[in-house]
């Protein structure tokens, strides 16, 4: 009887430095993405997800799924061309699983969706500000700014998306949907006007 309320008591003066020095927090919160991400793992993965470029449509993306990249190396992934600086939305709702810079990707970020699912974005110009490991992300949280960071260095600016499965990478482009324009956009003179400057300024 004794030795349990010793027992007790170390536990009890524990979780009070705990409490304390505020680790508790940061344990908390690191449980509850766990929790998270384990839920994720038994849901189905998401069939269909978002472009992750606004104004990109999925028909100007050139297939390139599996293209040699180099000796014994295939490209796993679609790169998706867009102006240096252009925000990438998060493709799937998740969370931030991975923010890492590596010599092929250069500054990445990496999402962890349904199914266990994790979407891959890659040659980063820049992350989004504040952006952190373990943030609920959804299809319209901006993650980074497209650039040529890693081996992209050279070529015009692009995003390379990847998708993996526990199997390994899969084809993105059968997955992705393009964005329909906001609603609001379509319905204010005012908006519209701000989206053909947009596309005036591409062309
Ligand atoms: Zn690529």
């Known amino acids: 009887m004794r030795r349990l309320s010793k027992i007790f008591a170390v536990c009890a003066v524990t979780l009070l430095i705990l409490v304390v020095t505020g680790a508790y927090d940061a344990i908390s919160e690191k449980l509850h993405f766990y929790a998270a991400v384990a839920r994720l793992y038994s849901q189905a993965p998401d069939s269909k997800i978002a472009m992750p470029l606004q104004d990109v449509s999925k028909k100007v ?17 679609q790169d998706i061309f867009a102006p240096r600086g252009t925000p990438i939305l998060s493709a799937t709702n998740g969370f931030v699983y991975n923010i890492v810079e590596n010599n092929l990707g250069g500054q990445t970020v990496s ?65 992705l949907t393009d964005r329909s324009a906001p609603v609001l956009t379509r319905n204010k003179p005012k908006e519209n006007k701000s989206t053909r400057t947009i596309v005036s300024r591409k062309t």
Request: proline share 7%; net charge positive; charged share 10%.
């Open 61 to 77: 993306i050139a297939d390139t799924w599996h293209a040699p990249r180099g000796v014994g190396r295939l490209h796993e992934g």
């Open 111 to 175: 999402v962890i969706g349904s199914g266990g699912r994790v979407y891959y974005y890659a040659h980063l110009d820049s992350y989004a500000p504040g952006l952190q490991v373990g943030d609920r992300v959804s299809t319209r949280t901006v993650l980074g700014f497209v650039g040529t960071t890693g081996n992209a260095q050279g070529t015009p600016p692009h995003l390379h998306f990847g998708v993996y499965t526990s199997n390994g990478a899969i084809n993105p482009l059968p997955l």
